[in-house]
């Protein structure tokens, strides 16, 4: 079905409620294993159709953040979607402590059983309140950069629209962009100061009422980080620091040699050629269809899935002055449908949509057919694992998004890759570091943020932009407000997705039914057992990032 025939009708709480309860009450009249499983698969259908409906009325409020009659559908599901988490996991306890176990982790695997034990310590009636307020101060950040209006010689922009001039080849525009753009932070800077405030107090007290430290506990159990730890976290970002980051300024050198520059300031970081990066060629429309050519081209599955896609009109990538920043993949469950969301704005993040959110559809695609619901349940970095990876495996067919500077585009791409994983590591330790210490005054998480720049990215120089030398530039990073410790999963999944660079480049057809197997394999294990299956090396093994370094060095002289 197309999305814009798929019907809508809010949620009727009391009815849900009482699904619910009656669902639990049937788990304990069960008599058998498979009584129990014939339960838990309605309860796949109450919670399929639960979600199905709060990401229709998601993506519709996100398209058009002024439209008033979706706005009042996120505020119902800021407040609801903590109690449906509550009730969800009140269902779970009983599923765990079924009798029947054995017979029902033989049914949806051993993984399940470890997120309903990270759920119970992620929810709790108790903190309804909190989490309420947590949704509604996370839509206030969101509304605040979606309404952004930014003039830029005569033009009202929008953060998204500005993206094209933040990259202009011509370096005294791209500054006076950056100028404009930070203008608009630095003028909201006591807001945006005050809802991360907020926030973190919230999340804090919402630690603190489950009964730990500090928030970091509950986040993790809440990004479902079930088969590592904060200190296994903590680890990867020391092998960042020591051997990933001096590979990144060896090849930030390189860039400024490219560029022509005496030195790179922080306007200069987005920029790869001294003719420019390279931009699809085409209209929106065009790019879309050289998507399909290429999706249809690569394999029977991927030309299946994109097929799907098109015919039923599941994007929306036209970026709009009222629409949300950002871009993302979801799926609806009732229909069997992933939807890809983004913004156009003219540079080479436009074919990223068609390759990474394509990679998170793919996948969600090839899952729609497992009835085992638990098995799309993918932890963050296997997810970003797979969108990751397929932008590598899409660039035999760049050629289709941009003509004769398809080799630019690798090319760049491969560093803005390898130099993605200092930054992503960065945002982790700085919320590590923010949730550790609530007490932070602005002031202080902002110096906190400027020195982890000095450890992650030493060549960074803002002499010519006071605000963002103060340690702001964090406050446009809307996962460090709305996906707490979410970023650290880009990381992971970028060590897998070089893995499978350096895999392709010597064998492309072996990497490749790695990653399909990968993909099949969905969350039929932990992480750690899927990289093993898929032949990749895991992330957090001390020397991986050397070793991947020391192969990739080889591909960029």
């Not at 709790?124 to 509604?136: A, F, S, V």
């Not at 960042?240 to 306007?267: A, M, N, Q």
């Not at 919320?431 to 007490?439: C, L, V």
């Not at 340690?471 to 997705?497: E, M, R, S, V």
Request: hydrophobic share 35%.
């Amino acid at each position: 079905m197309k999305f814009q025939d798929m019907p809508y009708e809010r949620l009727d709480m009391d009815k849900v409620r009482k699904e619910f309860a009656d669902l639990t009450a049937d788990l304990e009249k069960a008599q058998s294993g498979e009584e129990a499983f014939a339960v838990h698969e309605h309860y796949y259908k109450l919670t399929d159709h639960c979600y199905s409906e709060y990401v229709i009325s998601m993506i519709r409020h996100d398209i058009d953040m002024t439209d008033e009659t979706y706005a009042g559908e996120q505020a119902f599901y800021d407040e609801h979607l903590p109690e449906i988490k509550n009730l969800t996991v009140a269902y779970q306890k009983k599923l765990y402590n079924s009798p029947y176990r054995p017979y029902l982790e033989k049914k949806i695997g051993k993984v399940a059983f470890k997120n309903i034990e990270l759920a119970e310590k992620s929810v709790d009636d108790k903190i309804l309140p909190l989490m309420q307020e947590e949704n509604r101060l996370e839509e206030e950040y969101n509304k605040l950069l979606a309404t952004a209006q930014i003039d830029w010689n005569g033009e009202t922009l929008n953060l998204s629209l500005m993206e094209p001039y933040l990259r202009n080849p011509d370096r005294a525009v791209r500054k006076a962009a950056w100028e404009k753009y930070s203008a608009f932070f630095e003028k909201n800077a006591e807001a945006l100061d005050d809802i991360y405030d907020r926030l973190v107090k919230n999340r804090t007290a919402q630690g603190e009422a489950m009964g730990y430290e500090n928030y970091l506990p509950l986040g993790y159990a809440r990004m479902n980080r079930n088969c590592y730890t904060r200190s296994e976290v903590a680890e990867f970002r020391k092998q960042v620091k020591r051997d990933w980051v001096p590979f990144c300024e060896e090849l930030t050198e390189i860039r400024r040699k490219r560029l022509g520059l005496s030195h790179l300031s922080y306007f200069d970081e987005g920029v790869y050629l001294p003719n420019g990066n390279p931009a699809p060629i085409g209209t929106p429309e065009e790019i879309l269809a050289a998507g399909r050519k290429m999706y249809n081209e690569l394999s029977p599955e991927t030309a299946e899935f994109m097929n799907f896609m098109c015919e039923n009109d599941l994007f929306d990538v036209l970026g709009r002055k009222t629409k949300k920043t950002g871009g993302y993949m979801d799926y609806i469950p009732d229909f069997k449908s992933p939807f890809i969301f983004a913004n156009f704005n003219g540079t080479s993040g436009d074919a990223d949509v068609i390759t990474h959110e394509c990679g998170h559809a793919f996948q969600g695609y090839l899952s729609a057919a497992d009835p085992i619901r638990e098995h799309a349940d993918i932890t963050m970095e296997t997810a970003e694992t797979h969108s990751m990876s397929m932008e590598f495996f899409t660039e035999p067919w760049m050629n289709l998004l941009f003509g004769n500077r398809a080799k630019d585009y690798v090319d760049m791409h491969l560093m803005d890759s390898i130099l993605f994983i200092p930054y992503g590591t960065m945002v982790d330790e700085f919320q590590d570091i923010a949730y550790s210490n609530p007490g932070l005054s602005p002031k202080e998480r902002n110096a906190a943020w400027r020195d982890l720049e000095r450890q992650y990215k030493p060549h960074l120089d803002y002499s010519s932009n006071p605000y963002y030398e103060t340690g702001t530039f964090w406050q446009n990073k809307h996962h460090i407000y709305d996906c707490p410790l979410y970023y650290i999963d880009y990381c992971i999944a970028g060590t897998d997705a070089l893995q499978y660079k350096v895999w392709m480049d010597r064998d492309y057809h072996e990497a490749w039914a790695s990653y399909l197997k990968l993909c099949r394999l969905s969350a039929s294990d932990f992480f750690f057992g899927l990289v093993k299956e898929a032949g990749l090396q895991n992330p957090f093994e001390d020397g991986c990032l050397k070793r991947v370094a020391d192969q990739l060095r080889e591909t960029i002289r």
